[in-house]
């Protein structure tokens, strides 16, 4: 599988603040680039997903940015709330036709601050 | 949303017996899902992709012997281990890919599944 690189590791926000995790690809074939949340012991969800036909995605506060040329994308937190203290995942895959995987980026433990 | 289920959330058993693991996507079909394992503060890897009426198709460095896939139909993809050792004992996390666009993935809860 093509690597996605993910950064930081670990991130500590103050609550209010925005959180900002990059993640950047290798392989130009990938078509589909979703973000998971993930507390411990649970599941991934999925909390945003971008297509590269769009620079950015809005859903609330989290609000994906995308630079084709560059192979990389953002996910970022607008008004970070101690709720949102989890793991975050960056995930591509190519979704067209046949039926590929996700590759995930290893993660960023964000924490939020009160 | 659609909602993905696992079954059992967490499970012990000794080495060398056999576990079975099932994947249940509750609210849409899913020719395709997926098997991952999760270490510990590890990021998630993909060991196979399972295709409802056909053969698994494994990752590089993925025993297909011991870990049997079977997606007997389009809502259940089932993981078993075979002959479990120590080292097994891991996260496992399923997820079904919906059969229209924008073939989204969603992930099940998943099995904890420690060998003793």
């Known amino acids: 599988q093509q690597q996605v690189k993910q950064s930081p590791q670990s991130l500590i926000v103050q609550k209010g603040g925005i959180s900002i995790i990059n993640c950047a690809y290798e392989?130009?074939?990938?078509?589909?680039f979703p973000w998971y949340q993930q507390f411990p012991g649970k599941g991934p969800a999925l909390l945003i997903a971008i297509r590269p036909d769009v620079s950015e995605k809005k859903e609330g506060r989290f609000t994906i940015s995308f630079n084709k040329s560059a192979k990389q994308f953002s996910l970022h937190i607008m008004d970070s709330q101690p709720g949102d203290s989890a793991t975050y995942f960056c995930?591509?895959?190519?979704?067209?036709?046949?039926?590929?995987?996700?590759?995930f980026g290893k993660g960023t433990h964000l924490i939020i601050q009160p | 949303g659609a909602v993905v289920s696992q079954h059992p959330s967490w499970v012990i058993c000794k080495s060398g017996t056999s576990v079975k693991i099932e994947c249940r996507s509750l609210?849409?079909?899913?020719?395709?899902m997926f098997w991952y394992r999760q270490f510990p503060k590890q990021s998630l890897m993909l060991m196979a992709t399972?295709?409802?009426?056909?053969?698994?198709?494994?990752e590089q460095g993925v025993e297909k012997d011991k870990f049997l896939i079977n997606h007997a139909s389009l809502t259940l993809s089932t993981l078993t281990v075979t002959s479990a050792h120590p080292e097994d004992s891991s996260f496992y996390i399923c997820s079904a890919r919906e059969n229209r666009p924008p073939y989204e993935q969603y992930f099940g809860p998943g099995t904890r599944l420690t060998v003793t």
């Open positions: 609210d849409f079909q899913a020719t395709t």
């Open positions: 392989n130009t074939a990938f078509d589909y």
């Open positions: 995930a591509a895959t190519y979704s067209g036709g046949g039926a590929d995987g996700l590759t």
């Open positions: 399972s295709n409802e009426g056909s053969k698994a198709t494994y």
